[in-house]
């Protein structure tokens, strides 16, 4: 909530330049709001404030002040392709990649099979690594990959996106 006070105003008219954050174009009071932001660059509006002191029937307007609220989009990260490779093979960087513009997007990575040669959790892309199966049957791993985007030092975390390294016995 964004809550404004004033020595002598005891109401507080304001507008939104742009509702697309999810906020209506006018009010008074303080602003509180769910943000939204459904394109995939930030969006900024500006905010208006009037201070109004309502004295019995008298109405007096103050000076407006004006300030900004910028929404950042959700994280994404495009879906990969499920990846299959022999024992032995050595694989290809596997690089994610978003949709978002501006700011930047980063990404963790979970394995949950670490015998197939992959470590277990990483950080941005995956590097080429060597795929590894001793068994007599595939095993598979499951890539679990969380985005977050940064902007003007504001982190969004956003959905997750799975996707299986399978690695083939000799």
Do not use: M
Request: hydrophobic share 30%; net charge negative.
């Amino acid at each position: 909530t964004i809550v404004f006070s004033g020595t002598s105003a005891n109401l507080f008219t304001w507008t939104n330049s742009n509702t697309a954050i999810g906020l209506v174009a006018n009010g008074t009071g303080n602003i509180s709001f769910t943000a939204t932001n459904t394109s995939n660059s930030p969006i900024t509006s500006t905010i208006t404030v009037t201070p109004v002191n309502n004295v019995s029937t008298s109405f007096c307007d103050g000076n407006p002040i004006t300030f900004s609220i910028t929404v950042n989009p959700k994280a994404q990260v495009n879906s990969i392709n499920n990846q299959t490779f022999c024992n032995g093979d050595t694989s290809a960087l596997i690089e994610f990649s978003t949709v978002n513009v501006d700011g930047t997007t980063s990404y963790e990575w979970t394995n949950n099979n670490s015998t197939i040669g992959l470590a277990s959790s990483g950080t941005g892309n995956i590097a080429p690594f060597t795929a590894i199966n001793t068994t007599n049957s595939p095993t598979v791993a499951t890539i679990t990959v969380t985005p977050t985007y940064t902007n003007n030092g504001i982190s969004c975390i956003g959905d997750s996106i799975t996707f299986t390294i399978t690695v083939n016995p000799t």
